[in-house]
C-alpha cells in the first residue's frame, strides 16, 4: 500500500505560478507511474499529468498543456507539478495517485489506484 502526500497548493492571481509537491511511502517509488487529478466544486474528477516510471515520457490534459510540468525525483520519492500561467478555470483540489501496475510503458487515466487527500489551488481573477 502506497501512502501519498501532496503540499504546495494555495492562493494565487491569475498569471501567477505554483509548485505542488506529493511524497510517497509504502512502496518501491520508482517502479510505478504517478499522476496529477483536479477536482472543482461540483465537477467530476479529471486527468491533469502523468509520468511513467522512468521519468521519459509524460502526458497532459489539453486544458493544461504548455502551462504545466509533470515531474519526478526517484531518489526523493517525490513527484512535482509545475503550474505557470494559472487561470481561475484551474481552481480545484489537485490530488496526486499512484499506477497499480509495476512498469506501465504509457499509464492512462484509468490506471491509478492510489490517491492522497489533495491540496487545495485557488486562482483569483
Known amino acids: 500500500q502506497v501512502q501519498l502526500v501532496e503540499s504546495g497548493g494555495g492562493l494565487v492571481q491569475a498569471g501567477g505560478s505554483l509548485r505542488l509537491s506529493c511524497a510517497a511511502s509504502?512502496?518501491?517509488?520508482?517502479?510505478?507511474?504517478m499522476g496529477w487529478f483536479r477536482q472543482a466544486p461540483g465537477k467530476e474528477r479529471e486527468f491533469v499529468a502523468a509520468?511513467?516510471?522512468?521519468?521519459?515520457?509524460?502526458y497532459y490534459a489539453d486544458s493544461v498543456k504548455g502551462r504545466f510540468t509533470i515531474s519526478r525525483d526517484n531518489a526523493k520519492n517525490t513527484v512535482y507539478l509545475q503550474m505557470n500561467s494559472l487561470k481561475p478555470e484551474d481552481t480545484a483540489v489537485y490530488c496526486c495517485?499512484?499506477?497499480?501496475?509495476?512498469?506501465?510503458?504509457?499509464?492512462?487515466?484509468?490506471?491509478?489506484?492510489?490517491w492522497g487527500q489533495g491540496t487545495q489551488v485557488t486562482v483569483s481573477s
Open positions: 509520468i511513467n516510471w522512468s521519468g521519459g515520457s509524460t
Open positions: 495517485a499512484a499506477d497499480s501496475l509495476r512498469f506501465r510503458v504509457r499509464p492512462t487515466a484509468g490506471d491509478f489506484d492510489s
Open positions: 509504502g512502496r518501491t517509488f520508482s517502479s510505478y507511474a
